[in-house]
């Protein structure tokens, strides 16, 4: 039976397991968006979603014309995830045999500018923060633009309440602009092994430091994974008020929201941050992070999948939701 032509109440009626399928290049696997919003993600899907859907990826060879065909030949009857490099780089041939045999096919951008030839013949596009929400529903007004929230990775605990106030940045620290004091601990992430190697740290740091560049490239959108990641850890974070989805996720009010990335602000911040450490704000703040986290929860993701998944399926790949 071709899933293609069941609606909704029929599939559920049947009973049938509808698959989805997130594709993504095979030499970026070690990378840290493949692992979350690839492996993590579809491992969510099939923790949360199971029996209405089978979450499954599949690696994508480099691009060379007619190579990626075999690796998509039976991938039918179900929803497809062309994840970023995947969704610009996919061969004609293989795309056609998805788009033939699918109900639908999307593209995960992430934060990657979204370029493709087959952008045309896309069903949807995800995106992973609001801003590029936004951005997408401005550069592609006819298409359908969906939103799935950039999960923490879920290896991560809550800390363990300290004494200390201490201050960690977790990640490649060429995108930070740190203090020259260096009253930060940085946690160099390049590989997702360094990642699983600082597992055991990130429980240790109440506060956590997310300031960067202030000028990203035209059309990038980072995912505010550095406060879901804060969150998960029941930690405070410092980070500049125009970062993507700061403000959406923690509130113009939020006491660790500094102006910009200059120096003053950036000391300014961490003075504020020390000197409520335990207090009244401090808590406040935490209360916050909770929130964040209950939006980032992997149940929460879910759910947000579930959303699209069932009116992708329930209205055979065209999606008509009423623009917010």
Request: proline share 6%; charged share 25%.
């Amino acid at each position: 039976m071709d899933l293609r032509f069941l609606d909704k109440e029929q599939l559920r009626q049947k009973k049938m397991t509808t698959p989805v399928y997130i594709l993504f290049a095979d030499g970026h696997r070690t990378r840290g968006s493949v692992i979350m919003r690839g492996l993590q993600l579809a491992a969510l899907g099939n923790d949360y979603l199971m029996p209405d859907y089978a979450f499954r990826t599949q690696a994508l060879p480099k691009k060379r014309t007619g190579t990626q065909l075999p690796y998509v030949l039976g991938l039918r009857d179900g929803v497809v995830i062309l994840q970023k490099a995947a969704a610009e780089h996919i061969d004609a041939e293989a795309f056609d045999y998805l788009k033939a045999n699918n109900i639908a096919v999307a593209a995960d951008w992430i934060d990657k500018d979204p370029k493709s030839p087959h952008l045309d013949r896309l069903d949807f596009h995800i995106a992973s923060s609001w801003a590029q929400w936004a951005d997408l529903r401005a550069r592609f007004p006819e298409a359908a633009i969906r939103h799935i929230t950039h999960h923490a990775d879920p290896r991560l605990r809550g800390s363990v309440p300290s004494p200390t106030f201490a201050t960690l940045y977790l990640g490649h620290a060429g995108n930070a602009k740190l203090p020259r004091d260096r009253e930060i601990t940085v946690v160099d992430i390049r590989t997702e092994q360094d990642f699983t190697d600082s597992l055991s740290l990130m429980g240790q740091f109440p506060f956590h430091y997310a300031v960067r560049d202030e000028t990203p490239r035209p059309g990038i959108f980072k995912p505010f994974t550095k406060g879901f990641t804060a969150a998960a850890c029941d930690a405070n974070i410092l980070v500049q008020r125009g970062a993507h989805d700061a403000v959406a996720y923690l509130g113009d009010d939020y006491p660790f929201l500094i102006d910009d990335a200059s120096p003053r602000a950036i000391r300014a911040g961490l003075d504020l941050a020390r000197e409520t450490y335990g207090g009244p704000i401090w808590q406040g703040a935490l209360d916050v992070m909770a929130q964040v986290h209950d939006r980032s929860r992997p149940k929460a993701v879910a759910h947000e999948m579930a959303g699209i998944l069932a009116e992708v399926v329930g209205t055979r790949g065209v999606m008509h939701l009423p623009r917010l």
